[in-house]
Every structure is written in C-alpha cells, then in structure tokens.
C-alpha cells in the first residue's frame, strides 16, 4: 500500500512536470511568432479600424485602415473615400492598433509597392498636401521614379496651376504622407 502511494506521488510530479515543459515550450513558440510579426502585418490585422498615426513633429494623420502594402498603409475618411496614404517607415506611433495580425498571404505577385500607389495618384491627377521631412507642399504628383517623385506645386491650393507654382523634385524618403483632398 505505502509503495502504490509512492508511485501514484511520482507519477503526479511526473505529469505536473511534463504539463510545465509543455507551456514553456508553447510560450516560447508564442514568442517567437510575435517577433516575426511587422508593422504591416498588424496594420493588415487592424483593416476596417479606426487608428491615429503619428508621423512627424506633431503631424498626425488618422483615418480607418483601407489597404495595407509591403511599405505603406492607405487611410479612409468618414465617407469611405481615402483620405490619406502614408509610408511605414515615416510612422513613429500608431495609437488604436488592435493585438492582433494577419501577415501577408503567400501570394504569386507581390503587393503593390509605395511608387505604384502614387502613380496611381498621379494619373487620377488629385491634389494632395504633401507632409514631407522639410515640411508641407500642396499640388500635383507630375511623375514617380524609383526613388523621387516630381510635384507640380499649387502654392495657393487652387486646383489650377497659379504663378508661383513650380515643379519640385521631392525624395520618397524623405515623404511622411500623403493628404488626399
């Protein structure tokens, strides 16, 4: 009898054990998964939501997730209609993302990239406020390279050309949004 209560103690402090390594070993999954999660893919996980984007001194920019791509997020206003589009490396503080992710399909093509966003702009010729490093710039996007984009400025925010305006070579880098207006 004392040697069955003897076993039945060991084969519990087996178990209990066995159950602590397991969820040491789930958490660490857990872990690791996190860390390969981007800004992009909880930007994906928030579609649909509301969020504020902190993207320069005291510029935000809010709106609810539209469209989310390797490089930037596209913002929607109260009506539906995008609002703004913002490149993820120029986002310092995301306030309203929820805990959750989707990470990017495994697809054949890749998401369309930042230059394909804004040439997109450029054809459809809206005029935007250009939120930049070196501050605001109103106009048109002319033209998008691999790394610049050429803005046809409207100094007065007429949606025509006005003297005063002029043709501005702007780095990508150097871009923190995109307005729409």
Known sequence: MRF?????DLEGQFAHQEEQEVRAVSEDLARAEQ?????????????????????????RVD???????ADW?????????????????AIA???GLPARARPAEEALRSPRGLGSVL????????VVRLETAAGALNG??????????EVRTLPTGEPTPVPGSARIT???SALRAVLLR
């Open 4 to 8: 069955e209560r003897i076993f039945d």
């Open 35 to 59: 860390a390969q999660l981007t800004l992009a893919d909880r930007l994906r996980g928030a579609q649909g939501r509301a969020v504020v984007l902190h993207v320069g001194d005291g510029l």
């Open 63 to 69: 709106g609810t997730v539209e469209e989310v791509g």
């Open 73 to 89: 997020v596209a913002l929607a206003g109260e009506s539906g209609a995008r609002r703004a589009v913002v490149p993820l490396p």
């Open 93 to 95: 503080v995301v306030e």
């Open 119 to 126: 040439r997109g702009i450029a054809r459809d010729r809206s």
């Open 140 to 149: 048109r996007i002319a033209s998008v390279g691999a790394d610049a984009l």
């Open 170 to 172: 702007l780095t990508v």
